[in-house]
Each structure stands twice: as C-alpha cells, then as structure tokens.
T-cell receptor
C-alpha cells in the first residue's frame, strides 16, 4: 500500500479483556516498529522487527504485551488482561533497509474502561 | 531515564514569526537526529533530519541547528503559518541495524493568524 495501515483506528475495551492491534507496513519495508503514545507524552518504544531476525522486545512494559510479524509483513500487537494504564495511542512504523526514515501509521487509540 | 529532553512544552507564535524548539540529548552514540510533525489523529511525519557531521540543515522554512559539543539541536520554523500548528517531536538514534528512535516529549505549536 501507499502508507502504513493500522486497524482498528479506535478500540474501547473492558478492563481484563485481551486486544489485538494490527499493522500493515509499506510493501518492501523490512523494519517494523511499535511505539506507544500516552496523552501529552512522547513516543515510547515497544518492539522492533527486522526481516527474519529475532525481534527486539526490550521496550515491552510487561509480559501482558506481545507481538508477532507474519511472513515479514503484517504485524499484530496483543495486549492481554488489559489495564486502564494501557490506554494510549499505539503507533506502528516501518522503514526500508538502510538509512531511510520511519513512516508511521495513524495509530490505534485504545481506551480501557 | 529520558535520553532526549525537549522544550518548550507549548509555544504560541504570531503568523510570520519564528518558532524555535530545542532538544538536548545525553547519549553520545546518537548519530541521527530527525524532527517529526504530528497533526491530531495522525501519526508523526518526518519533517527534516540531520547527522552530526554538519551544524545546520535547511529545507524550505525549516532549519535544524546542531551543536555537537553541547549535545543540543533545535528546529527553527521561519515565517510560521497557521498551518504549521501541530505537535513537534525531536528524536535521536544511534548506528546499528535497529536504529530505534528515542523521542522527546513533544512541543505543541500554535501559530496565531
């Protein structure tokens, strides 16, 4: 596609439920990143995928968070047993191999009630 | 530990004025310094970026000034326009395959007509 596509754009869930957020990166981009943006805050790194290499999970805040990337393309971020502090905008970005800049999607706004 | 500090948190400028946003970093391994512009409901978009081998980079009305010894860099928006009203984030990354960006906390710019 022309850009990074994220779905859903908005998600309201009850505390304790699991949620899945989807990211479709730009075709051919080998690197994929997930960031979290809390209200009025900067972007917090969550996880990074590069090709078929093992992902860098160093930013995941707890073991309730996990992500996978299938076939080097689509990625899913899963949050289990959601808590109110998980409410934020979750942003996905992709980047081509080399020194190219990130292209971000529009994000998924997650609200845990 | 916040590795990129951004100021001010908010900025109000008259149309035609100069907007200046400052960032300071701690990690001397950083070698790529982009600025992102974010409109409400959208993901951040790359605006301009600089590497530490130059002290200034200009693209249209946007200029990055970089001071390696002080570990500071700034964004200058000349002839600011109401359409420039957005949130601006500075970021930094080091070399290596991950090139994970560390973001500042953001500056909300309002340009008055």
């Amino acid at each position: 596609g022309a850009g990074v596509s994220q779905s859903p754009s908005n998600k309201v869930t009850e505390k304790g439920k699991d949620v899945e957020l989807r990211c479709d990166p730009i075709s051919g981009h080998t690197a994929l990143y997930w960031y979290r943006q809390s209200l009025g805050q900067g972007l917090e790194f969550l996880i990074y995928f590069q090709g078929n290499s093992a992902p860098d999970k160093s930013g995941l805040p707890s073991d309730r968070f996990s992500a996978e990337r299938t076939g080097g393309s689509v990625s899913t971020l899963t949050i289990q047993r959601t808590q109110q502090e998980d409410s934020a905008v979750y942003l996905c970005a992709s980047r081509p191999t080399g020194l190219g800049g990130y292209t971000f999607g529009s994000g998924t706004r997650l609200t845990v009630v | 530990q916040q590795q990129v500090k951004q100021s001010p948190q908010s900025l109000i400028v008259q149309k035609g004025g100069i907007s200046i946003i400052n960032c300071a970093y701690e990690n001397t391994a950083f070698d790529y310094f982009p600025w992102y512009q974010q409109f409400p409901g959208k993901g951040p978009a790359l605006l301009i970026a600089i590497r530490p081998d130059v002290s200034e980079k200009k693209e249209g009305r946007f200029t990055i000034s970089f001071n390696k010894s002080a570990k500071q860099f700034s964004l200058h928006i000349m002839d600011s326009q109401p359409g420039d009203s957005a949130t601006y984030f500075c970021a930094a990354s080091g070399s290596g395959s991950a090139r994970q960006l560390t973001f500042g906390s953001g500056t909300q710019l309002t340009v008055l007509p």
